[in-house]
T-cell receptor, first 113, second 113 residues
């Protein structure tokens, strides 16, 4: 079965650079969530989209932005990168907001040097 | 805001031992509760979830969890663990109209052969 696809899987950037992560949800899933997991930490909710509109916002820095496109894929844009942004970024998708079951992608590991 | 507390950060067991991982949450309203597992180098996978109904829920791979509303707890159990259960286990809660899951800090489970 198709899963959540994230790209790139690994990304290395310098401080103050920008980075874009992509997420392709499971087909027919209309809801996308972004999470950030620092080393040895629990995943922290960043932002979610339902039917291409921002649905909820968590601890997403102002330097980050995201959107969901007409084909339901989502992109997380990160600017003015800081060392502390180094983390594993997970995308998850679900069918609707209330189903509860989030299917996670394998994550994009961002390293900021 | 919700919060999730997982009692044990590291647990080491021998194969065939019984497992119970504690999880408490702080939110007085209706919640959805989840346990996710993260095998080394892999993405989060749903073990089981509780929305309503029977407070004893059964998940994949022989895991089960019991929702005790009066104790705000959702402990994960398995009668007999296997070496392949070595992983990070996260308890998560969603409530109050929030989209995103709030995760606990995780429990690193090591099963010794």
């Amino acid at each position: 079965a198709a899963g959540v696809i994230q790209s790139p899987r690994h990304l290395i950037k310098e401080k103050r650079e920008t980075a874009t992560l992509k997420c392709y949800p499971i087909p027919r899933h209309d809801t996308v969530y972004w999470y950030q997991q620092g080393p040895g930490q629990d995943p922290q909710f960043l932002i979610s989209f339902y039917e291409k509109m921002q649905s909820d916002k968590g601890s997403i820095p102002d330097r980050f932005s995201a959107q969901q496109f007409s084909d339901y894929h989502s992109e997380l844009n990160m600017s003015s990168l800081e060392l502390g942004d180094s983390a594993l970024y997970f995308c998850a998708s679900s069918l609707g907001l209330d189903t509860g079951e989030l299917f996670f992608g394998e994550g994009s590991r961002l390293t900021v040097l | 805001a919700q919060s999730v507390s997982q009692h044990n950060h590291h647990v080491i067991l021998s194969e065939a031992a019984s497992l119970e991982l504690g999880c408490n949450y702080s939110y007085g309203g209706t919640v959805n509760l989840f346990w996710y597992v993260q095998y080394p180098g892999q993405h989060l996978q749903l073990l089981l979830k509780y929305f309503s109904g029977d407070p004893l829920v059964k998940g994949i791979k022989g895991f089960e969890a019991e929702f005790i509303k009066s104790k705000f707890s959702f402990n994960l159990r398995k009668p007999s663990v296997q070496w392949s259960d070595t992983a990070e286990y996260f308890c998560a809660v969603r409530g109050g109209g929030a989209d995103g899951l709030t995760f606990g800090k995780g429990t690193h489970l090591i099963i010794q052969p």
